[in-house]
């Protein structure tokens, strides 16, 4: 959506390059059955654009999708959308002060700005089976399954909306047994119709000019701290003790031993609460005690064409074998296609070698005209769209004061950089991540250094203000 702020300032020379057939991203990608937001709808989307339209609390994937082609129709983004157009990588070239990306093929196209919006979650965790492409019928699948397939779900349980439909056998991940998040007591409602009409009224309000756009609706500004961010402040702390480790689930009515005994066993969490995205459900548990399920946690040995074989020498035929085997953010991803900026500074192998880091979660020193969105330190919200919104936020006020002082190329010093990444190590000391037990939890918040480093640790509200108010010293403008 920064495209749409982009020609608010006046550019509106913009290619949008996207490698699948269609805009939606994480929504048009995914679409398995239960698919849904798990926090509530009314934050997922842009203040300036609110949805009247959410079914639910919760609202299902598809809604999503038609959002998101909704906001690209009503601001007119479609016309510069290239699908089917895998980028490679890009370059800053120095003679000509200018981004060239290079796609998939061969073909390369310049910019004077390059804005990498390449998700978190979307690159794709290579199952690590043997054999698992030799299944027949290997392939992408969207479409419910029947009741009589024998299915296989090799998974994680950090996905959003935990399947709600049982599948006939549930392993565990099959790679050592990766205990799932903790699950509290999950809450979802059809939105009422008065509920409904009252967003509407906003809306109205909001395009009409009467409502501030940019105002942010109740329950937005939560801090993300709390649920899941420096989790151990939070938790009940005694004076020099440890946070109480149960205090997130307190309550939670599926806790083992109630029911799904032996499952609840085998999974039931040994991390803290807050090493990983907290997922809701309740019927994520009781799943395991239905009569056709199984949870299997012995390690996938390899994949044949009728089946899966366990490394205890059990094999089991089936239909479907559903690799729910998640993302990978560390390894593929940040930055998910090569970036070379000035100096032959490669972003990727510059992070490995010394510290993720991205000034405000979105700017690099030696990578000049460039946004990161994707950037340790950048989520700084329960929802996307907080994080969203405050990048847009920077942008607006950097590309304003660039415009003013007359140049074309802006810069994030070194220093700024520096002590940005200083000032959020410091605030991450006292977090679940450092100070809780978090080892066990293979979370997708840690990098390969062992640093979490993908969530802010500052409130959104504060994260915002510093948007809107960051020292504009902390750039060096110049021209081409
Ligand atoms: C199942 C699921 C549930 C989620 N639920 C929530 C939730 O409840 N709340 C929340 O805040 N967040 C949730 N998220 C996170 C979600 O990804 C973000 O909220 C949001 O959708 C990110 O938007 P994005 O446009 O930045 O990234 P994405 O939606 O991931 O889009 C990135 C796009 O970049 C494209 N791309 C990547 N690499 C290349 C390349 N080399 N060349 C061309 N195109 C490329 C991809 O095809 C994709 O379309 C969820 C994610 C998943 C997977």
Redesign the pocket.
């Known amino acids: 959506m920064p495209p749409s702020r982009l020609k608010r300032l006046g550019y509106d020379d913009l290619a949008i ?4 057939d269609d805009l ?7 679409r398995y059955p239960g ?1 849904a ?3 509530p709808s009314s934050t ?1 989307s842009y203040s300036f654009e609110p949805n009247p339209h959410w079914s639910r609390l919760f609202a299902p994937g598809s809604e999503l999708k038609a959002y998101a082609v909704h906001v690209a129709d009503k601001y007119d983004l479609r016309r510069h959308m290239r699908f089917d ?4 990588g890009a370059r800053w070239d120095e003679e000509s002060s200018t981004w060239v990306v290079t796609l998939e093929g061969g073909e390369t196209v310049a910019g004077r700005f390059l804005l990498t ?7 794709p965790k290579a199952a690590r089976h043997r054999g698992h492409r030799g299944l027949r019928g290997h392939g992408r699948a969207h479409h419910p399954l029947g009741r009589r397939h024998r299915v296989w779900r090799a998974s994680g349980s950090a ?2 909306a935990p399947a709600r439909r049982p599948c006939r056998l549930i392993p565990e991940a099959g790679q050592g047994g990766r205990p799932p998040d903790r699950l509290p007591a999950h809450t979802d409602l059809r939105q009422p119709e008065d509920g409904r009409q009252g967003a509407r009224r906003r809306a109205r309000r909001v395009r009409e000019g009467a409502a501030d756009p940019e105002g942010h609706p109740p329950g937005r500004y939560v801090d993300p701290r709390a649920p899941h961010g420096r989790r151990s402040a939070a938790l009940p702390r005694p004076p020099g003790g440890q946070p109480d480790r149960q205090a997130g689930v307190r309550g939670a009515p599926q806790a083992p031993g109630e029911g799904p005994r032996a499952a609840g066993e085998a999974s039931w969490p040994d991390y803290d609460f807050g090493c990983k995205r907290p997922t809701f459900s309740n019927t994520y548990f009781p799943t395991f005690t239905k009569d056709h399920v199984d949870l299997e946690t012995t390690t996938i040995s390899h994949v044949d064409a009728n089946g899966i074989v366990t490394e205890d020498g059990r094999r089991a035929d089936l239909d479907v074998l559903v690799l729910a085997t998640g ?1 990978n953010l560390w390894d593929t991803n940040f930055p ?2 090569e970036i070379i900026g000035r100096e032959g500074r490669d972003l990727g192998k510059w992070w490995r070698e010394t510290r993720f880091s991205a000034y405000e979660g979105i700017a690099v020193p030696k990578f000049p005209n460039f946004f990161s ?2 950037s340790p330190y950048s989520y700084s919200g ?4 907080t994080t ?1 919104e405050t990048q847009m936020a920077h942008m607006d006020r950097l590309l304003k004061a660039m415009n003013k002082k007359g140049s074309s190329i802006f810069e994030v010093t070194e220093e700024a950089n520096t002590e940005f990444l200083d000032r959020m190590t410091g605030l991450l000391g006292n977090s679940v991540f450092n100070a809780g037990q978090c080892s066990t939890a293979r979370s997708y918040y840690f990098n390969q250094h062992g640093e979490a480093v993908l969530l802010r640790p500052t409130s959104t509200l504060s994260a915002h203000r510093e948007a809107v108010s960051f020292p504009l010293e902390d750039y060096a403008f110049s021209n081409a």
């Not at 390059?17 to 699948?20: A, I």
């Not at 939606?24 to 995914?30: E, K």
């Not at 157009?85 to 490679?88: L, P």
Request: net charge negative; hydrophobic share 45%; proline share 0%.
């Open positions: 390059l996207e490698r699948e939606g991203g994480t929504w048009h990608v995914n698919l937001v798990d926090i997922y157009t895998v980028v490679q919006a390449t998700g978190f979650l979307s690159q996905s959003s993302f998910a296609i969105l994707n329960l929802s996307y769209f969203i």
